[in-house]
């Protein structure tokens, strides 16, 4: 037990259908949780994750916890911003690390705590990624929370030089009708067939492609 917790994720974001059973698996261990999609929301208390979060938080709110905590799918300080799991599948990756660092007010900056490498065969689509990238998240989190307060002093400076990755947008999704499918099969597998599904353009028209798994 480590006190009051808050989980933070933004209202749509697709993390949200794991969050219930997570704040269910907490629940034995005594610890009085609270979850919400507003950052302005967040309760004073011991511990705050951010996940599938995009707001950015001010001092006045990191101050309400001890420690405020993002999972975020990249080597930091490499791979800083938006989106990093689709980025990386994009640049063709199947080694995807993933940590669990302190909030800062500088985004993306804080000390690392955890890291776990996810690791891919390059055939999962969307939601296989997803799957995974949640699984290790709440993982994370569990370790944090099972580990502590001893890692909280294993804790690590990033080091190295930065880079991000610029928000994605529609536009991003546009397929190639020249190029193969092969050649565009990242996209293909980054895509969701219902928020921001692949397209292409087409003799002045404008087609949408959806692609699953064949059960």
């Known amino acids: 037990m480590v006190g009051h917790i808050t989980i933070v994720t933004d209202k749509n974001n697709w993390i949200n259908s794991y969050i219930p059973q997570w704040i269910e698996s907490l629940k034995p261990r005594k610890n009085q949780v609270t ?36 999972v975020h799918a990249s080597d930091l300080p490499q791979g800083k911003g ?7 599948i994009l ?36 939601g296989e990624l997803r799957e995974e990238l949640a ?19 294993e804790a690590l400076e990033q080091q190295g030089e930065s880079s991000y990755y610029p928000r994605r947008t529609p536009q991003d999704s546009r397929i190639r009708p020249e190029l193969s499918i092969q050649e565009q099969f990242q996209m293909l597998r ?14 002045g028209e404008t087609y949408i492609l959806k692609i699953e798994k064949r059960g």
Not at 37 to 49: S, T, Y
Not at 82 to 88: E, G, I, N
Not at 139 to 152: A, G, H
């Open 82 to 88: 938006w989106s990093p799991l689709t980025w990386k």
């Open 35 to 70: 979850w919400v999609h507003d950052a302005k929301d967040i309760q004073p208390g011991f511990l705050a994750f951010f996940l599938g979060c995009e707001q950015i938080v001010g001092r006045s709110l990191l101050d309400l916890n001890q420690h405020n905590l993002v």
């Open 135 to 153: 699984q290790t998240t709440l993982n994370l989190c569990n370790q944090f929370i099972e580990q502590y307060p001893r890692i909280v002093e």
């Open 91 to 126: 640049n063709g990756e199947n080694q995807i690390p993933v940590v669990l660092f302190e909030a800062a007010e500088l985004v993306d900056s804080g000390r690392i705590y955890l890291k776990h490498t996810m690791q891919f065969t390059g055939l999962e689509l969307i």
């Open 190 to 203: 980054v895509a969701d067939n219902e928020k921001y599904p692949c397209y292409f353009e087409l003799g």
